[in-house]
């Protein structure tokens, strides 16, 4: 039996399973990864962008980064591989679509109930208020806010900063009961996410891992799916629905 068999072997005889994606699985929609040869923005580096230090010390450069990210997106689309994702979505309701992407191509794709751990970029929030939005428009770097005039900083979640406590609720009920976790297109190098194989793993959850790269850490009965997630994600459904 190849790999890609046994994976949707996996999949049907899974109770619950937790899908996380990262940003590989936007690369064929031709929004580059942050750690790819692309990641950069004006020689800067997404750990050095994605840091309440650097917009506090350079809110405009910051926001330039996003505008020219969310226009970006705006003229990009889903790939294969998010439709893919919506497609087992459907056929397995029992599984939890997480992202740490903020393109919010799984919504646009299909999925509704979409978990954005790191939230966002076409919402913003006020750094004076509670006020919170949607914010399309990229006219602005240095856009204010409507309830006091504060200024407004992109809604996702930077180094240091804590996740959503609703967001991470939903994600550790899930990896409690989760006997499967989809690993797409992510590093696994940024912190929570980095963590979650591990802890269902260590729940006896095995792991199937879609990803160009090389394998991360494997435990015995996890598989890797060497090759793009728009190539992959499409076969693996297919081989889930002939089992079904
Ligand atoms: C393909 C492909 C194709 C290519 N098909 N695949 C524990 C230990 C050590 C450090 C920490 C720790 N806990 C917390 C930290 C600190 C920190 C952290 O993790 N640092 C690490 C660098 C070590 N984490 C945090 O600060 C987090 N907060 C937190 O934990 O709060 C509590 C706390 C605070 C402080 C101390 C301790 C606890 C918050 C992390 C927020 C991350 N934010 C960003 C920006 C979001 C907004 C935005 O987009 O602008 O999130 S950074 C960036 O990295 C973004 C991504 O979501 C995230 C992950 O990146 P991802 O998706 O994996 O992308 P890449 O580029 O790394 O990888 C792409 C992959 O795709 C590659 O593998 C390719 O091979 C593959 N690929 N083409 C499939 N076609
Ligand atoms: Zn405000």
């Known amino acids: 039996m190849s790999d890609l068999e046994k994976a949707a072997e996996y999949i049907t005889g899974a109770k619950n399973i937790l899908f996380l994606s ?34 506090t010390r350079d809110p405009e450069f910051v926001w330039g980064w996003y505008n020219f990210r969310k226009d970006l997106v705006s003229s990009k689309e889903p790939n294969a591989a998010h439709r893919a994702t919506t497609e087992l979505k459907e056929l397995i309701p029992a599984m ?71 967001v991470l609720n939903r994600i550790f009920e899930m990896i409690q009961k989760a006997d ?18 591990v802890e269902v793993r260590r729940s006896g959850g095995r792991i199937i891992e879609i990803n160009p790269d090389k394998p991360h850490s494997m435990g015995k009965d996890d598989i890797h799916l060497q090759g793009s997630a728009a190539q992959i994600m499409p076969e693996l459904v297919e081989e889930v629905k002939k089992r079904l």
């Open 180 to 197: 499967l976790m989809l690993v797409v297109g992510t590093s696994g190098i940024v912190y929570p996410a980095a963590g979650f194989s």
């Open 22 to 55: 990262g940003a590989g699985i936007s690369a064929e929609s031709g929004i580059p990864t942050f750690r790819g040869e692309e990641g950069l923005y004006k020689n800067r580096r997404a750990e050095y962008l994605a840091t309440p230090q650097a917009f």
């Open 96 to 166: 939890l679509v997480v992202t740490q992407n903020v393109d919010g191509f799984h919504r646009e794709a299909g999925v509704e109930d979409l978990v954005e751990m790191h939230g966002n970029i076409f919402r913003a929030r006020c750094t004076e208020c509670p006020y919170e939005s949607e914010l399309r428009s990229t006219e602005s770097d240095m856009p204010r806010c409507e309830k006091c005039e504060g200024l407004l900083r992109p809604a996702v979640v930077w180094f240091g900063e804590s996740l959503d406590a609703g």
